[in-house]
C-alpha cells in the first residue's frame, strides 16, 4: 500500500466520522458540534495541531467527559494510523475544491471490507 492509498484511507474515514464535528477544507462543523462543550476543535487551517503520538492516542482513546469519541474499539491501529496521517499531513495542503475532488474520487467504503 503506496502513501496515496493510505492517504485515501485516512480521508475516507475522516469525512464519514470527523467532519460533523471538526469540519474540513471547505466544510464547516455540523449541528452535532454546536451543541458541544468543550467545542470541537477546526482543525482546517489551524496552526494548533496536536503531534503525531497525541493525535493517534486521542484517536483511538477518545477524550473523557468532552464528545470526542474513541475509535479503538472499532477501528484497526492501521485505520487509526491512517486517519492520523490525514489530519496531520494531508488536509491542511488541501484546498476546498481539491476536498470535494476527493469525495468523489474515493466514494466511502465498507468499514468491514478487509485492510491491514
Ligand atoms: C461528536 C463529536 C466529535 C467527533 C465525531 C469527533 N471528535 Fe474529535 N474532538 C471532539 C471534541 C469535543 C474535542 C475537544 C475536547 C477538548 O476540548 O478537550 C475533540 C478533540 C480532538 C482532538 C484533539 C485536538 C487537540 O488539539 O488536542 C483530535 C486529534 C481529534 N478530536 C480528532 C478527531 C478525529 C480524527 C475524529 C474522527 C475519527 C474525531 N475527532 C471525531 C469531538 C468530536
Given at each position: 500500500m503506496n502513501d496515496t492509498a493510505m492517504l485515501a484511507e485516512g480521508f475516507g474515514h475522516y469525512n464519514e466520522m470527523c467532519v460533523s464535528c471538526h469540519g474540513g477544507p471547505g466544510i464547516d462543523p455540523g449541528?452535532?458540534?454546536?451543541?458541544?462543550?468543550?467545542k470541537p476543535p477546526k482543525?482546517?487551517?489551524?496552526?494548533?495541531m496536536p503531534d503525531t503520538d497525541e493525535a493517534f492516542w486521542i484517536i483511538k482513546n477518545g477524550i473523557k467527559m468532552?464528545?470526542?469519541?474513541?475509535?479503538g474499539p472499532t477501528h484497526s491501529d492501521y485505520k487509526i494510523w491512517a486517519i492520523t496521517d490525514f489530519l496531520l499531513n494531508k488536509m491542511n495542503k488541501m484546498t476546498p475544491e481539491e476536498y470535494q475532488e476527493w469525495i468523489k474520487k474515493y466514494p466511502e467504503k465498507d468499514d468491514d471490507a478487509p485492510t491491514p
Amino acid at each position: 500500500m503506496n502513501d496515496t492509498a493510505m492517504l485515501a484511507e485516512g480521508f475516507g474515514h475522516y469525512n464519514e466520522m470527523c467532519v460533523s464535528c471538526h469540519g474540513g477544507p471547505g466544510i464547516d462543523p455540523g449541528e452535532l458540534a454546536e451543541g458541544l462543550y468543550p467545542k470541537p476543535p477546526k482543525f482546517y487551517k489551524s496552526d494548533d495541531m496536536p503531534d503525531t503520538d497525541e493525535a493517534f492516542w486521542i484517536i483511538k482513546n477518545g477524550i473523557k467527559m468532552t464528545g470526542m469519541p474513541a475509535y479503538g474499539p472499532t477501528h484497526s491501529d492501521y485505520k487509526i494510523w491512517a486517519i492520523t496521517d490525514f489530519l496531520l499531513n494531508k488536509m491542511n495542503k488541501m484546498t476546498p475544491e481539491e476536498y470535494q475532488e476527493w469525495i468523489k474520487k474515493y466514494p466511502e467504503k465498507d468499514d468491514d471490507a478487509p485492510t491491514p
